[in-house]
């Protein structure tokens, strides 16, 4: 069973950056597609980023040119840089891996304020 545990999320005003990480538990991490979701309140959750085993990524086109998605399969890590943040990013953003089945984190609030 693999186990993913977020970090980095909290408050920060519009036009900041915040850094999100995540670490894998497990062997298949160096093989799965990894990324990040996101739901806001009252909305569908929806892809933020994700990144091949191979090294190729999409971003949602909400956050194109403005967030940055990253991995290192030696330390089981993705990590999400996020710039010029702004209020309809707010939401609860989940660390995902999906490997024949998909796995989720718990969750990180990231919270913009205007």
């Known amino acids: 069973q693999v186990q993913l545990v977020e970090s980095g999320g909290g408050p920060v005003q519009t036009g900041g950056s915040l850094r999100l990480s995540c670490e894998a538990s497990?062997?298949?991490?160096?093989?799965?597609?990894v990324g990040w979701y996101r739901q806001a309140p009252g909305k569908q959750r929806e892809l933020v980023a994700a990144?091949?085993?191979?090294?190729?990524?999409n971003y949602g086109d909400a956050v194109k040119g403005r967030f940055a998605i990253s991995r290192d399969n030696a330390k089981n890590t993705v990590t999400l840089q996020m710039n010029n943040l702004q209020p309809e990013d707010t939401g609860v953003y989940y660390c995902s891996l999906r490997h024949q089945i998909q796995c989720w984190g718990q969750g990180t609030q990231v919270s913009v304020s205007s």
């Open positions: 497990g062997d298949i991490f160096g093989i799965a597609v």
């Open positions: 990144i091949t085993s191979g090294g190729q990524s």
